[in-house]
C-alpha cells in the first residue's frame, strides 16, 4: 500500500486550505477552501483551482471558515459526486459562508458589467460559482458528529474532536488500513504497526477562548500530524490584558465622542467580540454605547450559534442553557441586515462601536465604514484578528499613511490599535503546548501547512528545540510519500 500528501493550497500561505491523500492513487481532499488576500490575485487563484473532482473518493472538511470550505461547489462544478464529512455545526456554518459567497459574486458580477457598460467596455469577469452549486453541494455533506467513528471507504476511517477553533471546527483523524481480496485486513508496516494514523489539525483553536471547547487531546496517537501555523512565529496576550485594553480603547475613544470600527470575520470572531463587550457592559468597566454588528453573514452565523449548544464550553452552558441568558445579544447592540440600516450608520455621530465584515478588509461593509471614517482622528480602527500579505487591513494595520479604499486614497488619521488575544488560532507556544500534550509516541514527521514562509520557519526551530526533530514544511503541489 503507498500512501502520498500534497497540498493545493496553504502551501507556504495562509489561505485557501487544500490537502490531498492517496491510497494506491485513490485521492481524498482534506478541506477545499479559498485564497483570501488582494481581490485581484485571489480572484485568479480560486478562479484558475484544478483538480480531477471526478475522482475524489470524498471530502473532509475541517470547519467553515471561507479558506477552507469556499471552492467546495467547485468540486461540484467540476463532477465531484462524493461524500463531503463534516461535524453538524460545520454543516450549517459552511452552508451559510458558500451561499453569501455565490450571492456576493453575483453582485459583483452586475457592478462590473455597469461599469463596464458605463464605460463602452467589454465585461468578462464572471462568477465561480453560483447558488444552484452551493444547493448541490449541500446535499453531498455528510454529518458526524465529534468522537464518532465512520467508515468514509472500506480502508479508511474518520473521527473527528474539538479543535477549539470556531464552532464545529475539527481535527480530523484518518485511520487507514490495508486492502487484502476486498477486505479490510490489518497492513503490517516494517515498524510492526498495523495501521497508518493521519491528524489533519484544521485550524487549531486555544484553550481560553470564550463560547467553545479548548481543542482535544485525547486522539488516538497519530504517526503523522498535518498542521497549521498561521502563527508560527507570534505570541498572544492574554485574556485579562486583552480585556483591559478593550476596556481602555472604548473608554478612550468614547471620551472623544469617536467610533471604533472593527474589521471582523463574521464568524467565531464577532460572536467573541460581541460576548466581551456584553460583559465588560455588564460590569460597568465600559459606558453604554450602540453597538452595532453590521454584517448579515454574522448575524446568521450568530442564528446558527444558537441551534448548537453541543460546542459549548461550560461557562456559556451555565449561561445560555441553565438561566437562559443570551451570550449573543444584550441592550445596546443591534444586528443590521439592510444595505440602508449600514450606510445610516455613517451618519449618526459618535461614540458606537461598529463591528463589521470583511476581516481583511478587502470587501464587505467594512470598507465603506472605513472610507467614511478613517479620516478622522476621534476615531479608532481596531484590528483584532490575521490580516493577508498586500491586503488593505495589513496596510492599516502596518501603519499606512494613506490607503485606497474602493478607488480613491484617503489620509488614515484615524488611531489604529490591535489586539492579538482575539485570535482563534494558537500561537506558536499554544501549538507546542498541545503537541506536547496530546500522544506522539507514534509520530514520525509533522507536515506543516497554512503559514507564512517566516512565520514557518521560526516555528520549525522551535519544535526542533522543544523535542520534535521532523518538520516538513509542504510545498505547493510536491508530494511527500508516507
Known amino acids: 500500500m503507498g500512501i502520498t500528501l500534497y497540498s493545493l493550497g496553504a502551501a507556504e500561505e495562509v489561505t485557501g486550505s487544500k490537502h490531498v491523500f492517496e491510497i494506491d492513487g485513490r485521492p481524498f481532499m482534506v478541506d477545499c477552501g479559498a485564497f483570501q488576500g488582494h ?28 479558506d477552507h ?13 462524493g461524500n463531503i464529512y463534516a461535524t453538524p455545526a460545520t454543516r450549517d456554518i459552511a452552508n451559510l459562508v458558500m451561499m453569501d459567497s455565490a450571492r456576493i459574486q453575483a453582485r459583483d458580477a452586475e457592478f462590473l458589467a455597469k461599469q463596464a457598460s458605463k464605460k463602452g467596455e467589454k465585461f468578462s469577469w464572471r462568477p465561480i460559482f453560483d447558488e444552484d452549486d452551493v444547493v448541490k453541494c449541500a446535499n453531498q455533506i455528510v454529518s458526524l458528529s465529534y468522537n464518532r467513528k ?16 470556531i464552532l464545529g471546527s475539527s481535527l480530523a483523524n484518518i485511520t487507514i488500513r490495508g486492502m487484502h481480496g476486498g477486505l479490510t485486513v490489518p497492513y503490517m508496516h516494517s515498524t510492526g504497526d498495523t495501521e497508518t494514523r493521519i491528524l489533519f489539525t484544521g485550524d487549531l483553536g486555544r484553550k481560553e477562548k470564550p463560547i467553545i471547547r479548548p481543542p482535544a487531546v485525547n486522539m488516538p496517537a497519530p504517526d503523522y500530524i498535518v498542521m497549521e501555523s498561521t502563527y508560527g512565529n507570534r505570541r498572544h496576550e492574554d485574556k485579562e490584558f486583552a480585556l483591559k485594553e478593550l476596556e481602555r480603547i472604548v473608554r478612550d475613544t468614547c471620551a472623544k465622542k469617536g467610533k471604533i470600527i472593527i474589521p471582523s470575520f463574521a464568524i467565531e470572531r464577532a460572536q467573541e467580540l460581541v460576548f466581551y463587550l456584553h460583559l465588560l457592559t455588564d460590569k460597568k468597566k465600559i459606558p453604554v454605547v450602540p453597538i452595532y454588528v453590521d454584517s448579515p453573514m454574522a448575524s446568521n452565523a450568530t442564528s446558527v450559534f444558537r441551534v448548537h449548544p453541543e460546542c459549548y464550553d461550560e461557562s456559556v452552558n451555565e449561561a445560555f442553557l441553565k438561566h437562559h441568558k443570551n451570550p449573543f445579544g444584550f441592550g445596546s447592540l443591534s444586528y443590521t441586515n439592510s444595505v440602508e440600516e449600514s450606510k445610516a450608520l455613517n451618519k449618526k455621530e459618535g461614540p458606537m462601536i461598529i463591528i463589521s465584515a470583511d476581516g481583511m478588509c478587502e470587501a464587505g461593509r467594512v470598507l465603506y465604514h472605513l472610507a467614511n471614517e478613517i479620516g478622522n482622528e476621534r476615531n479608532t ?11 488593505l487591513g495589513r496596510k492599516i494595520r502596518d501603519g499606512a499613511k494613506e490607503v485606497n479604499i474602493l478607488g480613491d486614497v484617503y489620509q488614515v488619521r484615524a488611531k489604529v490599535e490591535q489586539i492579538n488575544a482575539f485570535s482563534a488560532h494558537a500561537d506558536y507556544e499554544e501549538m507546542t503546548d498541545w503537541l506536547k500534550t496530546i500522544d506522539t509516541s507514534r509520530l514520525k514527521n509533522i507536515f506543516m501547512v497554512h503559514g507564512e514562509k517566516d512565520a514557518q520557519e521560526f516555528f520549525t526551530n522551535h519544535l526542533h528545540e522543544n523535542g520534535f526533530p521532523n518538520v516538513t514544511v509542504c510545498k505547493y503541489g510536491e508530494t511527500y510519500e508516507l
Open 39 to 66: 481581490r485581484k490575485v485571489s480572484d485568479e487563484k480560486n478562479r484558475n483551482f484544478d483538480i480531477a473532482a471526478d475522482k475524489l473518493e470524498s471530502v473532509i472538511l475541517t470547519h467553515g471558515h471561507y
Open 69 to 81: 470550505c469556499g471552492l467546495l461547489p467547485v468540486l461540484t462544478k467540476k463532477g465531484f459526486t
Open 150 to 165: 465512520m467508515y468514509i471507504a472500506p480502508d479508511v476511517q474518520l473521527e473527528f474532536f474539538d479543535a477549539g477553533h
Open 381 to 391: 480602527i481596531l484590528i483584532v484578528g490575521y490580516m493577508g500579505e498586500n491586503t
